[in-house]
Each structure stands twice: as structure tokens, then as C-alpha cells.
């Protein structure tokens, strides 16, 4: 499973909130709660993040192995 944890992290470590993701970058209040549960989202989402953001992919995901299919 991708966890978007890492995400929020970054997001305290450089100062954003969730607000100003929506009203500085443009960010969807849908597109925060698919990552608030860590629905899928795609690579062009994942590279804006990191481009607003100034980071690596693995600051904004991380694989979490499931446990149902080990």
C-alpha cells in the first residue's frame, strides 16, 4: 500500500498547510482527502506536489507492505 504520511511531514517541516496548498497552488480539496486516505493518484499529482513542495518523491510516499497479502 502507498502511504501519503510522509507527505504531511514534509508539509510541517517547510511551513505549508493544507491551506495554502489549496489557495497558493491550487490543490482540490478531493485531490487532499485521496491523500488523506491514501487512494491512488498519479504521477503528474506526485510530481506537482514535489515541485510546490521543493522535494524528493519519498517525502511525499512511502510502500507499506500490506499484511493481507504477504
Do not use: W
Not at 510541517?12 to 497558493?24: E, R, V
Request: aromatic letters at 10%; a positive charge.
Amino acid at each position: 500500500m502507498i502511504s501519503y504520511a510522509p507527505l504531511y511531514r514534509t508539509m510541517k517541516a517547510k511551513g505549508f498547510s493544507t491551506y495554502k496548498l489549496i489557495n497558493q497552488f491550487g490543490i482540490s480539496r478531493s485531490l487532499l482527502d485521496r491523500l488523506k486516505h491514501n487512494k491512488p493518484i498519479s504521477t503528474v499529482t506526485i510530481n506537482d506536489l514535489c515541485t510546490f513542495l521543493d522535494c524528493k518523491v519519498e517525502d511525499i510516499l512511502e510502500y507499506v507492505k500490506d499484511e493481507q497479502n504477504q
